[in-house]
C-alpha cells in the first residue's frame, strides 16, 4: 500500500496543526495505523495508533494533546495536533500493518511506512 502524508510546516509554540495520511494500493479496511515521528539525531518514536474499529494508543508525551483519527471511507487517517511545543518537532510517519486487531506500539510490526511530513514548532 502506498501512504502519502501531508499536512506538516513551521508553527509556534501552542499552535495546532494536523496531518493526514492517504492510504491508496490496497483496502484500507482491517488495518491498523500508526502516526510515528524522528527529529534530528534521535530514533523514531511512536506517537499514535489506531485500529479500524476506532482502538487507539497515545505516547504518554502526546496524550491529551493529539488526536488520531481515520476515515475509512476516504481511506484516510489524521493526527490532530495541539499545544504544540518546541519538542514536537520532527518528521512525522504514517504506517500501516494488517493482521492486527489492536493499536501497535513497535515500528517493527508496520508492513508500509510513507515518506514522512516535517513539522517544526519554534519557541
Known amino acids: 500500500v502506498q501512504l502519502q502524508a501531508s499536512g506538516g510546516g513551521l508553527v509556534q509554540a501552542g499552535d495546532s496543526l494536523r496531518l493526514s495520511c492517504a492510504a491508496s494500493g490496497r483496502s484500507f479496511s482491517g488495518s491498523v495505523m500508526g502516526w510515528f515521528r524522528q527529529a534530528p539525531g534521535k530514533e523514531r518514536e511512536f506517537v499514535a495508533s489506531i485500529t479500524s474499529s476506532g482502538s487507539i494508543n497515545y505516547a504518554h508525551s502526546v496524550e491529551g494533546r493529539f488526536t488520531v483519527s481515520r476515515d475509512n471511507a476516504k481511506n484516510t487517517v489524521y493526527l490532530q495536533m495541539h499545544m504544540l511545543k518546541p519538542e514536537d518537532t520532527a518528521v512525522y510517519y504514517c504506517?500501516?500493518?494488517?493482521?492486527?486487531?489492536?493499536?501497535?506500539?513497535?515500528?517493527?510490526?508496520?508492513?508500509?511506512w510513507g515518506q514522512g511530513t516535517l513539522v517544526t514548532v519554534s519557541s
Open positions: 504506517a500501516v500493518a494488517y493482521g492486527y486487531n489492536r493499536p501497535l506500539r513497535s515500528p517493527t510490526l508496520y508492513d508500509d
